[in-house]
């Protein structure tokens, strides 16, 4: 990129529309306590949301910070959906206890159990909304809260810039060769 | 901004409802013609600075799009079902429609398109009929649009394109790894790929920059203004006459008739929800191929019972589909398909409807990625994949960089049983009735699809795809592509408007978007949009130098 096209990339933002993204990028990546959900709740369904992106040999859905993602949507743009949640957790929670019923929550369980768990409730409406929101979490814009340190993008090799240069590809790269361009 | 204000109690030579694809084109004509103009658009006046590279607020949430939370929409299969509160369409809704979010492909119709009736023949259970205009009565048109907005591609590349006047104001774009896939393997199978036409700048362009390639344009508003919606090229040649104002937040709840028959004007509702009539020599409604379906249906009289310009009974009827089938390959190197625009190679050997198929139907097939990342990891991978653990996340680690799409852009045949009608149980947040969709396939779109779907799995193979999958034929997808509902024709009793784009029955009353469609040509409307519009406003402004429009 030359100066030029730079210099008005910054130019066609403003320095304070810049700054404003930057602080509430800061606000929401930083999060520790929850606005909507209850301490509780969020550990059972951060338990959830680590089954469906486990911590293996790379991040998963609690380095993403997906949990605080979550409440932060369920405080915006999809509090219409807190009941689905409220709902949706207490049929899981039956299905644990039907399932383990020595258990006393979804967090205790162990992976396997966790896993066991998730079979049984991967074809209901709950897991759809579920999922979505922790695809939305890991791999959405870091301003909302998720994605912290953009591990997400990071582990599906997403790169987040405003421009590039051709080639893109290994085949396009070849080809370009190829036409000794 | 406008620079120009009038009384909404003084009558202004033209009124046009929707600042969109077509819109936004009749207001840069009229206006340079010396006409006082005022455009209504139903949503905000947005601009290069208000856009982000935001998956969730522009895919997940309808950031550029109408919200069925206060527009609701209903669909059903036909008549016969309950209609269920479904986004059954979506469409651009801020000053520059649709062009400020559509994934920017600008395909010129082929002289078959115009013609099919005559040269296929009937079609049972279809409306299938020629237009009432040629692709010569286009073309100059076309070429205004391509030099007008600022097009990318390369004429000639594509042996089955109609003659064109001029080439292309812009070179193509740069070729990703999926068109370099693409272009080889349609070769190997005999085809034709050329470089795919697109609203998006490959050069600077008068004052605007070339695309930067950072690949937010389907769904997004271009921070560059490297995309060419009319947001960015036309309108603000409109606004700069002195004559054209654009007022945005105004939406349109009835179209005027004097006791003439002639329209007067509308009544909108401005952003602070309050009525204002505003008072035209003449209306051309441009709000897409459903809201103006819409709009003329709640606009009743007693002239009119059945809707404004409806003495036919097709307004809201023939409503054509976006339809097109979608597989995947999955390649031993990176393509990285993220960056640059979505499409850059396309084949239209398997455009022209051939009897020999045994239906009727046609399609063109692009190489392109339209993924973004949580989108890709919710809807892009295998069906057969797991969706969630550690080998869900495996795959999404390496298919996100590796794969790439085959989309069709196939036929959908016109049905009368096919509508845009009011919903008599739903209002949005205006108090306006809710748009209620019925819609389902021809046979022959259904054997249509299901034989392109076959065509673009073996340009997978060939392409050396290690694993290909695709999405069922009939997944179903909201349409974005708007036609047929205001068919264009000249005889009155089979159509709305005529080869001009203006109503039959009203005089001064003009309809031009994809309403007027006679057919569905293989998608990509909006080339066809914008030529229509310019040609309907050539006639404007030689109506109303005529007198005819005052």
Known sequence: MDATRRHWLLGSLGFAAWTEIASAWQEAQSATTYKTLTPADAAEIDALAATILPSDDTPGAREAGVIFFIDRALTTFDSDKRDAYREGMLAVQRTRASIFPDSASIAALTPEQQMELMRAIEKTEFFELLRTHVMLGFLGPPSYGGNRDQVGWKLIGFEHRMAFTPPFGFYDAAAMKEDGK | ?550
């Open chain 2, 1 to 550: 901004m406008s620079s120009v204000t009038y009384r909404p109690s003084d009558a202004v030579d033209f009124l046009i409802i929707g600042a969109g694809a077509s819109g936004g084109v009749v207001a840069k004509e009229l206006s340079i013609a010396g006409f006082s103009v005022v455009v209504l658009e139903q949503g905000p006046y947005l601009h290069e600075n208000d856009y982000r590279h935001d998956e969730i607020k522009y895919t997940y949430l309808p950031g550029l799009t109408n919200d069925p939370k206060v527009q609701p929409i209903t669909y059903r299969k036909n008549e016969n079902e309950p209609a269920k509160p479904l986004k059954a369409i979506e469409y651009g809704r801020q000053v520059g429609g649709g062009s400020v979010h559509f994934t920017a492909n600008y395909w010129r119709f082929h002289e078959s398109d115009f013609r099919e009736r005559s040269t296929f023949g009937d079609v049972p259970g279809s409306t299938l009929a020629d237009w009432p205009i040629t692709y010569q009565d286009l073309e100059p048109y076309y070429t205004k649009a391509e030099y007008d907005l600022g097009i990318s591609g390369l004429a000639g590349a594509n042996p089955f394109e109609a003659p064109r006047s001029k080439p292309y104001p812009l070179p193509p774009m740069p070729v990703k790894s999926s068109g370099v896939l693409f272009e080889r393997a349609t070769r190997k199978l005999g085809l034709h790929p050329f470089p795919a036409p697109v609203a998006i700048l490959s050069r600077q362009y008068g004052d605007r920059p070339a695309c930067t390639h950072c690949g937010f344009c389907e769904s997004f508003g271009c921070e560059m203004r490297s995309k060419s919606s009319t947001l960015v090229s036309v309108i603000p040649i409109a606004e700069k006459t002195g004559r054209c104002e654009i007022r945005p937040n105004s939406y349109v709840r009835k179209i005027e008739l004097d006791s003439n028959g002639r329209v007067a004007g509308a009544v909108y509702f401005d952003a602070q929800r309050r009525e204002i009539l505003q008072r035209a020599k003449t209306v051309v409604l441009c709000a897409n191929g459903v809201e103006s379906a819409k709009l003329l249906l709640i606009s009743k009289s007693s002239r009119f019972p059945n809707g404004l310009a409806n003495s036919s009974g097709l307004v809201g009827r023939n409503l054509m589909w976006d339809t097109g089938t979608l597989a995947q390959g999955l390649f031993e190197h990176p393509l990285n398909e993220y960056k640059g625009i979505q499409v850059t190679r396309v084949i239209h050997d398997y455009y022209q409807a051939d009897p020999k198929r045994g239906f009727y139907g046609g399609a063109g097939i692009d190489a392109r990625f339209d993924f973004y990342p949580a989108s890709f990891a919710l809807f892009g991978l295998p069906p057969d994949a797991p969706k969630w653990g550690s080998e869900y996340k495996k795959m999404l680690a390496e298919y996100f960089t590796h794969s790439m799409s085959l989309l069709a852009h196939d036929s959908s045949l016109a049905m009368e049983r096919n509508t845009v009608t009011l919903d008599p149980d739903l209002r949005d947040a205006w108090g306006l009735p809710g748009v209620r969709i019925t819609f389902d396939y021809h046979p022959d779109d259904v054997a249509n699809l299901k034989w392109v779907l076959a065509r673009q799995i073996e340009i997978l193979e060939a392409a050396g795809a290690k694993k290909l999958w695709a999405q069922p034929w009939d997944a179903f997808s909201p349409s974005r592509h708007l036609m047929g509902t205001c068919r264009m024709g000249n005889d009155p009793k089979t159509s709305v408007v005529n080869r001009y784009s203006r109503a039959h029955n009203v005089p001064n009353l003009f309809i031009v978007d994809g309403s007027n469609f006679v057919t569905a040509g293989r998608q990509q409307p909006t080339a066809t949009i914008q030529a229509l519009a310019y040609r309907a406003a050539d006639h404007m402004t030689g109506a109303a130098k005529r007198g005819e429009l005052s």
